[in-house]
């Protein structure tokens, strides 16, 4: 995009606020993790920089767990304007009933560790640990916790159009996104 996507205009306001809004019923505490404060303060949510710079969207996870004051903590790509607030609310339920520490969606694309549900006490040491070692993949230290993999109608139960994990990348991908967000309004 050319510039700090949590900024860009997604139906008059900035995406990320618009994430925020979606995402708010289900949480108690929402932050952003952001190494590019500039323009964000006007949120009035807490900003935090990575605490392990320079390592890439692992070190931003870790952030965001180390930051949550809470045990269960959602993470949501400031990107994803469709992100399910009733896929989150399953993922969490599963979470807790299943005594897991990752609910993590799949789709045709892969994985999604970027609308997923984390276990606090368990998932940061190993994701401490991926840093520590080298990894840079998001996933690189699920073999070490209980990971939950939603796939195909679980997904498809609170994502029937398979939109929640459309991010947007380029100025089309804004301009289809706004379209379809206005059909679906």
């Known amino acids: ?83 399910s607030l009733d896929l989150l609310q399953f993922q969490i339920d599963v979470l807790v009933q299943q005594n897991q520490d990752v609910v993590i969606p799949g789709s045709e694309e892969g994985w999604e560790p970027l609308h997923c549900v984390y276990r606090k006490p368990t998932c940061l040491p190993q994701i401490k640990a991926a840093l520590v070692q080298g990894q840079k993949r998001l996933i690189s230290w699920f073999p070490n916790v209980n990971v939950r993999y939603l796939q195909g109608n679980e997904v498809r139960r609170y994502d029937p159009l398979g939109i929640a994990f459309r991010n947007i990348n380029t100025p089309e991908e804004l301009q289809q996104a706004e379209v379809l967000a206005r059909k679906l309004a």
């Not at 995406?15 to 500039?38: K, M, S, W, Y």
């Open 1 to 83: 995009m050319g510039r700090n996507k949590a900024l860009v205009s997604f139906l008059g306001r900035p995406l990320v606020q618009h994430v925020i809004e979606r995402l708010r019923p289900l949480a108690d505490e929402v932050l952003i993790t952001t190494n590019q404060p500039a323009g964000l303060e006007s949120l009035s949510v807490p900003l935090v920089a990575d605490v392990f710079p320079g390592q890439g969207a692992l070190g931003g996870l870790y952030t965001a767990v180390w930051a949550a004051k809470y045990p269960v903590v959602a993470v949501v790509a400031c990107d994803m304007p469709f992100a």
